[in-house]
C-alpha cells in the first residue's frame, strides 16, 4: 500500500480539534494548550521523548493535555502501545530513535495544525 501523507495529518487534526472543543471558552486554557502544541516540535528535539512524556506528568492547567495528545497520536500511528515512561526507557537505541523521529514529523504537524485550528486564540499564553 503506498504512503498516504494524510496519515499524520489527520489524526493530529481530529486529536486538536477534540481538544479545542472540549475546552469551550476557556481562553486562559486555550492560550496555554496553543502555546505547548506549538512547542511540542523544538522540545522533542532538544529534550527527547522521555523528557517529553515526564512533562505530561508534571504540567498542570492545560499545557499537558497537548503533550497527551501528542503521545496517543504517536502510539496510533507508529503502533507502538503503552508509550508510558517504562517502556519508552526499555526500547531499544534503534526503536527510541525511529520514534523521536517519527515524534518530530507529528510534532511538526502539530505545530501546523494547532496555528489552523486555535486560529482565533490571540493573546500571551501566560
Known amino acids: 500500500m503506498p504512503f498516504d501523507p494524510r496519515s499524520f495529518g489527520t489524526p493530529v487534526y481530529n486529536l486538536l480539534s477534540e481538544l479545542k472543543n472540549q475546552t469551550g471558552d476557556n481562553?486562559?486554557?486555550?492560550r496555554k494548550q496553543k502555546s505547548m502544541?506549538?512547542?511540542l516540535y523544538t522540545y522533542?528535539?532538544?529534550?527527547?521523548?522521555?523528557?517529553l512524556k515526564a512533562e505530561a506528568v508534571i504540567l498542570r492547567d492545560g499545557r499537558e493535555e497537548p503533550v497527551t495528545r501528542f503521545f496517543a497520536c504517536l502510539e496510533e500511528i507508529s503502533g507502538t502501545p503503552n508509550l508510558n515512561l517504562e517502556n519508552l526507557?526499555?526500547?531499544?537505541a534503534d526503536e527510541y530513535l525511529g520514534l523521536t523521529g517519527l515524534g518530530l514529523e507529528?510534532?511538526?504537524?502539530?505545530?501546523?495544525?494547532?496555528?489552523?485550528?486555535?486560529?482565533?486564540?490571540?493573546?500571551?499564553?501566560g
Open 106 to 125: 507529528i510534532a511538526r504537524e502539530f505545530s501546523f495544525w494547532v496555528s489552523a485550528i486555535y486560529r482565533d486564540v490571540e493573546g500571551e499564553d
Open 89 to 92: 526507557k526499555n526500547l531499544s
Open 44 to 51: 522533542l528535539s532538544n529534550w527527547g521523548l522521555m523528557r
Open 37 to 39: 502544541a506549538q512547542e
Open 27 to 30: 481562553l486562559a486554557r486555550l
